[in-house]
């Protein structure tokens, strides 16, 4: 008894919360560990990487995403923000929805900004790109404006966390996600993760 109330007494003082010692026994027979890729893996700080627009909104969509993205809390939302150097006109009518996108009106205009599948579910015909990264899909009026690309940085001890578990036993890593699968594939081989969703 006393060696599990130490284990669960040094989880504790590295900041995991073990729910009883019972519970300690069965992640001794642990062989799959499923990590969420931002905050956990990544550090969440995300930074814009590129702009791509269409020739009719050409150095627009930054602006725009940032009049609809203001009022959201989302990781995304706060990289847009960070990198518009100007000043941001309020919107209004402001839609969120979460894991998607938002929609929000301004000078008589729709601005849509989300992921591809929540463009394409509202009608819009988005142009894919080869680019690597998260990204926020942009359109006006249901017509595609352009795309903003986004990197997130690797957490130092990621790399030595996901070898100490294989080391310990582990056979299968598995990073969540909701970038696209070419990001995730390329932050989970960095890593050493097995799979990805």
Same mark, same amino acid.
């Given at each position: 008894p006393l060696t599990y109330f130490c284990g669960v007494g040094a989880g504790a003082k590295k900041g995991v919360i073990i729910k009883d010692t019972s519970t300690l026994e069965k992640l001794s027979n642990c062989k799959t560990v499923v990590f969420d890729k931002t905050g956990t893996l990544t550090e969440g700080n995300l930074k814009v990487v590129k702009i791509i627009?269409?020739?009719?909104?050409?150095g627009k969509v930054?602006?725009?995403?940032s009049i609809a993205e203001q009022y959201s809390n989302h990781p995304i939302a706060k990289a847009v923000l960070k990198a518009n150097f100007g000043e941001i006109p309020a919107g209004e009518n402001f839609i969120e929805v979460a894991?998607?996108? =938002?929609? +929000?009106?301004? *000078?008589?205009?729709?601005?849509?900004?989300?992921?591809k599948g929540y463009l394409e579910e509202l009608g819009v015909k988005v142009i894919e790109n080869n680019e690597v990264g998260a990204k926020?899909? =942009?359109? +006006?009026?249901? *017509?595609y404006a352009g795309c903003v690309v986004f990197n997130d940085t690797i957490k130092k001890m990621a790399y030595g966390a996901v070898l100490e578990l294989y080391d310990a036993g582990i056979e299968n890593t598995v990073m969540l996600t909701g970038d696209n699968e070419r990001c995730a594939?390329?932050?989970a081989s960095k890593i050493g993760i097995d799979e990805f969703i």
């Open positions: 627009s269409t020739k009719a909104f050409t930054l602006s725009l995403a894991g998607k996108g =938002v929609i +929000v009106e301004y *000078a008589n205009d729709k601005i849509i900004c989300g992921n926020l899909y =942009v359109a +006006v009026n249901d *017509a594939k390329a932050i």
